[in-house]
């Protein structure tokens, strides 16, 4: 839904469309019985009040978003818009100072629910203010349920074998990947991780045990070493801060964000106030074309 009908506000609505058949713009005015609400996973709706329960590629941990709508590549998913507000609170890290030269700055990410916490519901009013975390008290877990093998959302691993699925090679050994979570079909015994590259082409999520895996130290940058959007060096005097992307490229964080916010599209002029649109599927990798799933 992108707002009210300019022909007919009272009585239709302006929807995007994923796709149209005679490919032209996917805008489209519509009456309310023709079209239904799509329920996001984890009893999120759009329009919810959420807050990043760990960093997020470029988000950081405690940023607030708000739902816009259930992935169209990733059921397990929500896209959550986060809007990179500037912090208040003093005793920030570089990091988080960072935040004030990209204030205003939109990305969505496809996020899983529980790296989420719900803020409100719908209709509610909320302080926009930047949440204040409490750095002298880390000793509340909610980084989300407990990993087979002592295993944490984000650690790096890599294959320890060759994985086979149907009796067809699919990951080889030593390819690297990121641990999602707990596996949903076997939670105590096997850990789903999203590997850099699948032998088969599909999706990267796949259930290992933990004598699959083992864990990996991140590539350490080399001096020389380019970053794939603005081609200037990784390192530098600057110490600008570094996205390591979950299929194991490395970007500048600035970069990054400045590359989500152009997938966030374009503003609606028409509407009171000045709406983008949620991209409908994660944002790629500039470098090997893999989905950026945090």
């Not at 877990?141 to 994985?163: F, K, Q």
């Amino acid at each position: 839904v992108v707002g009210q009908s300019a022909t007919d506000p009272a009585g239709r609505v302006t929807v995007a469309f994923a796709r149209r058949e005679d490919n032209r713009c996917n805008n489209l005015n519509v009456v309310p019985a023709e079209i239904q609400r799509v329920p996001c996973t984890g009893g999120l709706v759009p329009g919810d009040r959420v807050l990043a329960l760990r960093q997020l590629l470029v988000v950081p941990k405690g940023a607030h978003g708000t739902v816009v709508g259930p992935s169209c590549s990733q059921s397990a998913r929500v896209a959550v818009r986060f809007t990179r507000a500037a912090a208040t609170n003093t005793g920030t890290s570089p990091t988080e100072a960072a935040l004030d030269e990209d204030a205003g700055e939109e990305v969505v990410l496809h996020v899983e629910p529980e790296d989420l916490r719900v803020l409100n519901a719908v209709g509610e009013d909320v302080d926009d203010c930047v949440l204040t975390i409490d750095r002298d008290d880390d000793t509340e877990d909610i980084s989300g349920p407990v990993v087979a093998g002592g295993y944490n959302r984000g650690d790096a691993v890599a294959a320890t074998r060759d994985l086979c699925v149907g009796g067809n090679v699919v990951v080889r050994l030593n390819v690297l990947g990121t641990v999602i979570g707990p596996s949903s079909q076997d939670p105590t015994g096997r850990v789903t991780v999203a590997f850099a590259w699948r032998e088969d082409g599909k999706s990267n999520n796949l259930n290992v045990i933990t004598s699959e895996i083992r864990r990996v130290e991140p590539r350490s940058m080399a001096r020389g070493e380019l970053c794939a959007i603005c081609l200037t060096e990784l390192v530098s005097e600057s110490g600008e801060d570094i996205c390591r992307m979950p299929c194991g490229h490395m970007l500048h964080n600035t970069c990054v964000t400045a590359y989500l916010n152009h997938q966030t599209g374009p503003r609606v002029p028409t509407l009171s106030v000045a709406t983008p649109l949620a991209p409908l599927k994660p944002a790629q990798c500039p470098v090997c074309r893999r989905e950026m799933l945090p």
